[in-house]
């Protein structure tokens, strides 16, 4: 898929599904998947862009996906009203930012996500 199809068929499953937030995306002859918001994912696409797939998905599996790629070092706790993520990244890796908390947000569960895998998420 290509450029104007490809916003059409966002658009559309997206206007069926406003709950769905996240983009998770990929290409048959590269070897990862990329997950991004939705409305940056379109603000950023290019005309000549190609994919060959992609799924929206909501704020509950990114959890889940983050979650799984985790392994145990990230959770979710409720303080003072406001869900909490708690991550801890793995043993000897270097990281972009020091922060361990941050609140839950979509953006949040990116950052962790992106962090995790050096920007390459492989299934």
């Known amino acids: 898929m290509k450029g104007y199809e490809l916003v059409k068929q966002i658009r559309e499953e997206k206007g069926h ?3 769905r937030m996240f983009i998770k995306w990929w290409r048959n002859e590269e070897d990862f998947i990329d997950f991004d918001l939705v409305s940056r994912f379109l603000d950023t696409l290019k005309e000549s862009s190609k994919i060959d797939g992609f799924e929206l998905i909501g704020q509950d599996e990114m959890w889940r996906t983050v979650q799984a790629r985790c392994k145990g070092r990230v959770t979710k ?3 003072e009203g ?3 993520l708690r991550w801890t990244p793995p043993e000897g890796k270097e990281v972009e930012e020091k922060q361990r908390e941050y609140l839950y947000t979509p953006e949040s569960l990116l950052k962790i996500l992106d962090q995790e895998t050096n920007y390459n998420y492989v299934d």
């Open 82 to 84: 406001d869900w909490v």
């Open 77 to 79: 706790e409720q303080r």
């Open 17 to 19: 599904h406003p709950e």
